[in-house]
Structures are given as C-alpha cells and as structure tokens.
C-alpha cells in the first residue's frame, strides 16, 4: 500500500481553536445532545456547515446534527424569495457527508475546501472523493485494512467488517463479495482481487456507475385521471428543475442534464 493509504488517520485530526473550543469535549448533556441546522435559509457554503457540524461531534460530543431544508414560507427580506425552491438534495448531501464524518473516518476538510465549497449535485461524497483521489485505487480486498475498505465506493461499514471477518479463512472474489452485500456496481472499478482487477471500463462507463439517480430523479403527475405527465420530483437536481420550468418536459430535461453531467464526469476522470 502507498502512504496515501497509511495516512488516512492523520486527516482526522480535530480543526483549528474556533470559538473558544480546546483541546477536551466537554460534557454537555449526559444522555446525549443533538442540533439542527436549516439549510438554504442564508448564505452558508457546505464547507461551513459541515466543518461547523465536524466541531460540534468534536467539543461536545453530540450524537446527532440534522440538516432541514428551508422550506418559504414567510416573506421577508432577509430570507429567500417565497418560490425559491427547497433545496431537498442539498439537505440529502449534507447527510451523506455527515455519515462519513461518523461512521467513515472522513474529516470535513478531506470532503470540501474553500475553492469547492459545495458538494457536486449529481455525486455522493465518497464517489466524489474517489474521484479527486486516483492515486488511493485500486485497493486490494484481501489484504486491506478497514480504514481502506471504508474509502471504496460501494463498501460501506458492515461490508467492510464482513469483509475483514471473511478473509481470515478464505480468500475473496466478486462471487463472496456479492454475498456479503458489497454494492459491485460501483466498487468494481476501485478493487482488487487477489491481485486482480475485478473489472475494466471505459471512463464513461465507470462516470455512469457514479451518478446519483437520485439527482436525475422524475415522477408523474396526474392532471386527470386519464392523463399523466411526467414531473421532476422534488429532491432531484436544480438544473434538471429549472429546466423543467422554462417549459422542457421533466424526462427530457433529466435526460439532458445527467448526459451533460456524464460528460463533465467522464473528462474529470
């Protein structure tokens, strides 16, 4: 393994004293403490939510941070327009990331820097890191710590202890990577088996592994009840929306953005 690999704890290290914070959690409430912070009300970056949320697991030791979408309801100059829309797969990133925060070994500053302040629309966060990092992959299933295990898209908390579990009596392949709930689509291009690759594609082939469905996501609305059109459900992407609301119909305009979306992805790779 590189010492990419070796490293991965040092990015763990708490941040810099903000806020009269030190180097102690301090004991805040004994049964456990949780916040919330409302997202697309005012003018902060993911950066600052998500270091701000890293903090406060950090000081105070909280259990939770829920993220809430502004919903507008109110007319006020201070908050957004009345048909700005609800920023819902925002709201989704944001718990993602809080996720590997929590349960990944991530630390805020590996997910978003000042220069890139906001998570990518049509990728995860890991998917996301797993791309700026080229150099971690691939990462030998057999052989790997957990800590490493944890940072392939498609493996997550459970596969990665199965994994680690599985390996002391036997070797593993795709077949008893499949049964212990690795999700292949995506970890297939970022493994090794026992020496091997597990699979070779083509980068537009691995960029479409990586989208998010989610952020091209399209319903139907009933205008009758014979009659059904199709409509850009609420937490898919802005761009596939606004697209929709210059008069493109929802299908198309997912289609088109997530080609447009594949393409960017494709030549970052």
Known sequence: MTSDKRDIGAASSPLPVMFGDTDRRQAFAPAGQSTQMIVGASGESDYTLIHTAQRLYQRYDLKRVFYSAYIPINEDSALPALDTAVPLLREHRLYQADWLLRYYHFSARELLTEDEPNFDPYLDPKCTWAVRHPEFFPVEVNTASRAELLRV?????????????????????????????????????????????????????????????????????????????????????????????????????????????????????
């Open 153 to 269: 898209p498609g493996i997550g908390p459970k596969s990665a202890l199965r994994i680690v579990e599985a390996r002391r009596v036997q070797s593993l392949g795709m077949a008893e990577l499949k049964r212990i709930g690795v999700v292949l689509k995506r970890a297939q291009y970022f493994i090794t088996c026992k020496g091997k690759a597990a699979t070779r594609g083509s980068r537009a082939e691995i960029a479409g592994a990586l989208l998010d469905p989610k952020a091209f996501s399209v319903g139907m609305q009933q205008l009758s009840l014979d009659d059904f059109v199709p409509k850009a459900l609420p937490d898919a992407a802005p761009a596939v929306q606004r697209l929709e609301a210059r008069g493109m119909a929802a299908d198309v305009a997912a289609r088109t953005v997530r080609q447009e979306a594949l393409q960017c992805l494709t030549k970052r790779m």
